[in-house]
């Protein structure tokens, strides 16, 4: 991921972090993710246009944007 361009409002973690999510996640949407008890706006980093995350599914989380979390679908 380092070779990705990063917008300067966005901060990637040093390690991925998981969370689960709570409200469904889409391109171009942002949903909601619980994490450590509480609950994120949450957006997908550089999604595909047909992914989507539904409810209950884990995801990693990798970066924060301001206060949404920026994250990634985790590998099955």
Known sequence: MS??????????????????TD??????QNGRVKYKGTYW??????????TVVSVGEPVSII???GITLLVTPTAS
């Open 23 to 28: 409200r469904p996640l889409a391109y171009g």
């Open 41 to 50: 706006s949450a957006q997908l980093y550089q999604p595909e246009p047909t």
């Open 63 to 65: 970066g924060i944007r």
């Open 3 to 20: 070779s990705l361009s990063i917008p300067s409002n966005s901060q990637l973690l040093p390690e991925p972090a998981l969370g689960i």
